[in-house]
């Protein structure tokens, strides 16, 4: 990989975690604004929606998490210059998987493989 590449796969994941985060702060406030908010729901139905409401932004919020947290780990991978290689056969990852998924750690085979093993747990 090119140090052209790096860059531009750095500035990609940058990117990536200023818009997730800004995502994550939004729902955070939503769902907090909801559980501690002064109006409590006058009927059943309203309950139900709010909790809806309320659990599908924590479950979104729990995913951008986890995605921020990947991204954060790619950066690491660019600073120690392990990036853009599998992390479990260390061969180097393609970059038409690393243009959709620009924080990948495993190649698509190794991926599949794990998925595989999960599925089998
Ligand atoms: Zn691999």
Known sequence: ?????IVTYRKRLLELRKVLQGDASN???Q???RETGPHLPMHMAD???DTFDQEFALGLLQ???AEIREIDEALERISDGSFGHCESCSHPIPASR???????RLCMQCKQKEEEEARHR
């Open 1 to 5: 990989m090119t140090e052209e590449e």
């Open 27 to 29: 729902l955070a406030d």
């Open 31 to 33: 769902a907090l604004r």
């Open 47 to 49: 309950l139900g929606t």
């Open 63 to 65: 995913n951008e998490e």
């Open 98 to 104: 690393l243009e959709a998924i620009p924080y990948a």
